[in-house]
């Protein structure tokens, strides 16, 4: 995260983000979207749940 915001680049998708929720604060912040996001403080909370690893359980016969 931290390398994306040094070099004030969105890859994440934050700015289409906010357009798609709020298009009236975007239209206020699109100029200095990249300023913004490069001094954000940004937390990233993650529920994960690996259904399959695709591992076999047994060895292949050859």
Not at 7 to 32: A, M, N
Not at 50 to 56: A, F, P, Q, S, V
């Amino acid at each position: 995260m931290a390398f994306a915001q040094q070099y004030q680049c969105d890859v994440f998708g934050f700015g289409e983000s906010l357009r798609k929720s709020d298009l009236r604060k975007w239209k206020e912040v699109q100029g200095k979207w990249a300023v913004l996001f490069s001094k954000a403080e940004i937390q990233v909370k993650v529920d994960l749940k690996i259904e399959g690893t695709g591992m076999r359980v047994k060895k292949y016969p050859f």
